[in-house]
């Protein structure tokens, strides 16, 4: 039996940052991980995906480069396995940077399946054994694992989930995508760029269900021009094995489809992992799938808390990473809590798709008067320069007090642009308190700027409504 103050299971973008804070609040921390130290997201997620969509990008602009002035001899060509070793050198870097972290905070790390015995102890299992750990707190901070559905089987070479198609060593000619959501585009998107003829399938009546139409459209126009097939109200029924790949069966619109392609690549979604933890032994409260948190992140179980994908949507790595700072801060005593105005969202497609604070579509479902300001990129200088003009900026704010209800970007460097519509939300900003901000010149921030003026009527770039 070993005792400690506090215990993290799980290191993820969640657990790993919670570890360090205790410590270095002065809580003895030990952290366990089953499998990546980092997470899904450093290893198998967020960041190897950004490292391939990084690269498709870069060769996408190589095979276009003649539009500016550019003569490359010779065809452009993709190693799939030089490919893979840079992606991994990536995660490599980050993987490392959070083991050193954490024992350089003086953070106990242990690897191994943890479970739940008691409020104040688990027992952990690893390749040395079984061996019990006490703990004042502990906090659950296992993340969350791709939805398989009936039919497709990711024990399957054929089925892949994103794990698997984040490691292909070979660049398949045909890809079919199962699910339009921001994982099958992301990936989706990838593959197409590289040269795989890739067709998305989709339950409902548009990809991204649940964004701006405004945004579904942008996005449409662009995969239809990188050669990807959408059928949207398109169930996926079931797949065989065919002399040269295989077929995916599928039911729509147009009635019963055979799609035949390489792999299939499932993406409807991922299920929080809080099977096999004890939570039943101790009558955790739950919420559904997910366990039922505070705005201190605690459970109903004393000592015990909860963070990230295991406590509800949206699940998000940046969402879990402030929960378990706030959680670190909580167990340390000091009073604060998850009151967050927004959690902002990117989704890394070409081009990239961001918002905070609310949609369009949402502000018309809670029936509130606001005012719109929406500023192509195609009228600021920059994204022109850049030879990326596809998108806008959205501001949409209070009739009445003017305040920023929500910000919608689709364009280039949307994920870098939308952190300024986060900070302008939190801090209850109006139109005119971006708008009078001085924003360089030339930039793509300014068409946040420039659509906070136009949300008044006061844009310089664009005609007024």
């Not at 995660?91 to 790390?109: E, I, P, Q, S, Y």
């Not at 690893?126 to 009936?150: F, K, M, N, Q, Y």
């Not at 939570?279 to 919420?287: I, K, Q």
């Not at 209800?405 to 952190?419: E, N, R």
Request: glycine share 10%; charged share 20%.
């Amino acid at each position: 039996m070993s005792q400690t103050q506090a215990i993290v299971i799980g290191a993820g973008p969640g657990g790993y940052p919670c570890a360090i804070r205790l410590a270095q609040l002065g809580i003895e921390t030990t952290v366990i991980e089953r499998e990546h130290w980092g997470g899904v997201c450093l290893n198998v997620g967020c960041i190897p995906s950004k490292a391939l969509i990084n690269a498709s990008n870069t060769y996408q602009e190589l095979t276009h480069a003649s539009e500016q002035g550019f003569v490359l001899e010779g065809d452009v060509s993709v190693d799939m396995e030089r490919l893979q070793a840079w992606k991994q050198s990536v995660v490599d870097k980050l993987t490392g940077g959070v083991r050193h972290l954490l024992k350089a905070n003086g953070v106990t790390m242990m690897s191994g399946t943890a479970r739940l015995v008691s409020r104040n102890e688990i027992e952990l299992t690893s390749s040395e054994g079984t061996r019990r750990l006490t703990a004042d707190h502990i906090v659950l901070a296992t993340g969350s694992s791709p939805i398989e559905i009936p039919g497709f089987s990711f024990s399957d070479p054929a089925v892949l989930d994103s794990t698997k198609a984040l490691a292909l060593s070979a660049l398949p000619e045909r890809l079919v995508v199962i699910g339009g959501g921001y994982i099958g585009l992301e990936m989706g998107g990838v593959f197409s760029r590289l040269g795989t003829g890739v067709t998305v399938v989709e339950m409902m009546d548009q990809l991204l269900p649940g964004f701006d139409p405004d945004v579904v459209r942008v996005l449409s126009r662009r995969l239809k021009k990188e050669g990807v097939t959408s059928l949207l109200q398109t169930r996926a029924l079931g797949w065989e094995q065919a002399d040269e790949g295989i077929v995916v069966k599928v039911e729509g619109p147009k009635g019963a489809q055979d799609l035949p392609c390489d792999h299939v690549l499932v993406t409807v979604g991922r299920r929080p992992n809080t099977r096999d933890l004890g939570l039943e032994a101790l009558s955790v409260e739950m919420d559904g799938l997910f366990i039922k948190v505070d705005p201190k992140m605690r459970t109903s179980v004393p000592g015990l808390y909860a963070i990230g994908d295991i406590v509800g949507n949206p699940m998000l790595a940046h969402k879990a990473t402030h929960e378990g700072e706030i959680a670190a801060e909580v167990i340390a005593g000091r009073e604060v809590q998850f009151d967050a105005r927004t959690v902002p969202a990117v989704v890394f497609t070409e081009p990239e798709v961001a918002t905070a604070g609310l949609t369009e579509p949402e502000c018309k479902e809670q029936g509130l008067a606001y005012r719109v300001g929406k500023v192509p990129f195609t009228a600021i200088g920059k994204a022109i320069a850049n030879n990326a003009t596809e998108g806008f900026v959205k501001v949409l704010i209070d009739a009445e007090t003017h305040l920023i209800l929500g910000i919608t970007i689709v364009g280039h460097h949307a994920s870098d642009l939308i952190s300024e519509a986060a900070l302008a939300i939190e801090m209850s900003a109006e139109a005119l308190d971006i708008g009078l901000t001085i924003h360089p010149h030339p930039t793509l921030g300014e068409g946040v700027m420039e659509a906070a003026k136009a949300a008044l009527g006061e844009a310089i770039h664009i005609l007024n409504r």
